[in-house]
């Protein structure tokens, strides 16, 4: 059974950085591709950040590029989201997902195939 469980958010002051994990369990995950995506109050979900188990090649969306870095643990089968210069804006509920179809599209949620339960970040002003 494939899981992937987030953690490491939290309530943090504009400006101030939180280093999200996501561990993977359940199957081999070196054909596929892992995602960060978010979701605000009342907002469709939004690409954040993706990476490739195998190459480690990065993709970020416009708004995070510059503050926010994905990494990959291959040995603890753990990606994670550091995420710097935090903005209000920044605010959501933050998912990882991995998905094999990722090539297709990595900042579509569809082409991922297991979601984690997600963890919040806040950001006050």
């Known amino acids: 059974q494939v899981q992937l469980v987030e953690s490491g958010g939290g309530l943090v002051q504009a400006g101030a950085s939180l280093r999200l994990s996501c561990a993977a369990s359940?199957?081999?995950?070196?054909?596929?591709?892992m995602g960060w995506f978010r979701q605000a109050p009342g907002k469709e979900r939004e690409f954040v950040a993706a990476?490739?188990?195998?190459?480690?090649?990065?993709y970020y969306a416009a708004s995070v590029k510059g503050r926010f870095t994905i990494s990959k643990d291959n040995a603890k089968n753990t990606v994670y989201l550091q995420m710097n210069s935090l903005k209000p804006e920044d605010t959501a509920v933050y998912c990882c997902?991995?998905?094999?179809?990722?090539?297709?599209?990595?900042?579509?949620?569809?082409?991922?195939?297991?979601w984690g339960q997600g963890t919040q970040v806040t950001v006050s002003s």
């Open positions: 997902a991995a998905g094999v179809n990722y090539r297709l599209g990595y900042g579509l949620p569809r082409n991922y195939d297991y």
């Open positions: 359940g199957r081999t995950f070196s054909n596929y591709g």
């Open positions: 990476i490739t188990w195998s190459g480690g090649s990065t």
